[in-house]
């Protein structure tokens, strides 16, 4: 490990001084590698990238490296995180039976329905694997310190928080992003809307209210975090073509209840049917994104 050790030293820079008189360091690296790969014994992470993992965590410790210190490590679990972080997939399996269930179990105690499990979990391993192409993936922050579970329990026990206050903000605001609608620019469009505004936004209303937690986030998903179909393939481990079929199917059934709701509440003749069916399609996409932000503006 002669070249692991100078390796180690190079990063810790003026910080490694007590390690580099350590004459164990060596056999402490080997032994500390060779836990690391147990569970991972085809080692898809080389040495040198476990290494410097290692230094990235004891230049992040408030104490000055030494022995006690690489021993605290959990170098297991940070040889999983840097597998994981690899998309290899032996560990993604060992993070499906091990780490999600641990997640699941911390939003549980948050909120226990299925629905809002699974949409968390959902979530959960989204932001620990995959990341948004502008934040990397959660999982690359792990510094070793303690069990990898456990820290995963802490992401999803925030993430499941944040959920539910998101949530009860869209319930109690939700009307208001509608009441801010602007009305379509197509003359004869606007006619209808005079008329019917607050009816379309009621049954719209009605209509977004049963669909399950799992299509709601969906939903924000695509339009409020952007996420295009590929990354929501990836998310929930389905084909690009899946996810597109999922929000169309989603969309049409939103704009046939809205559509429903609204000739059955006012009084429409057949000659006015084709231009609801207009009113309701271009209104949608300006609607979705209004209400599932709880009343923030649309930019």
């Known amino acids: 490990m002669t070249d692991q050790v100078q390796h180690l030293l190079g990063r810790l820079g003026e910080r490694g001084v007590t390690l580099a008189a350590d004459p164990l360091l060596g056999p402490q690296l080997e032994g500390l590698f060779d836990r690391a790969v147990g569970r991972l014994p085809h080692r ?42 690899a998309k290899d997939e032996r560990a993604l399996e060992i993070a499906d ?23 968390v979990s959902q979530r959960v391993r989204e932001r620990l694997l995959v990341g948004d192409g502008v934040i990397p993936p959660a999982i690359a922050q792990y510094r070793g310190t303690g069990p990898l579970a456990r820290w995963v ?38 006619d209808i809307w005079r008329t019917c505004a607050e009816e379309y ?9 049963s669909l399950s937690k799992r299509e709601r986030n969906l939903l924000r998903q695509r339009y409020l975090d952007d996420l295009n179909i590929d990354t929501l393939g990836r998310i929930y481990r389905v084909s690009p073509s899946t996810t597109f079929r999922w929000l169309r199917q989603i969309e049409e059934r939103l704009a046939s209840a809205t559509r429903i709701a609204l000739m059955a509440k006012l009084a429409i003749s057949e000659s006015q049917v084709h231009s ?18 709880g009343g923030d503006e649309v930019g």
């Open 153 to 190: 329990r802490v992401i999803a026990s925030r993430m499941a928080l944040d959920l539910k206050r998101a949530d009860s903000r869209l319930d109690d605001e939700g009307d208001d992003a509608l009441a801010q609608m602007p009305a379509p620019s197509d003359p004869e469009l606007e």
């Open 201 to 209: 936004k009621a049954a719209l209303a009605e209509a977004f209210a």
């Open 97 to 119: 039976a091990e780490l999600m269930p641990a997640a699941r179990q911390s939003i549980g105690r948050i909120d226990a329905s299925s629905s809002f499990v699974d949409e």
């Open 44 to 85: 898809p992470i080389t040495c040198d990238a476990m290494i410097d993992r290692i230094a990235d965590a004891l230049l992040g410790a408030d104490e000055p490296p030494d022995r006690e210190a690489l021993a605290r490590l959990n170098a297991p679990d940070l040889y999983l995180a840097l597998a994981l972080a």
């Open 276 to 293: 609801m069916e207009r009113l309701v399609a271009s209104q949608l996409q300006l609607s979705l994104p209004r209400m599932l932000r």
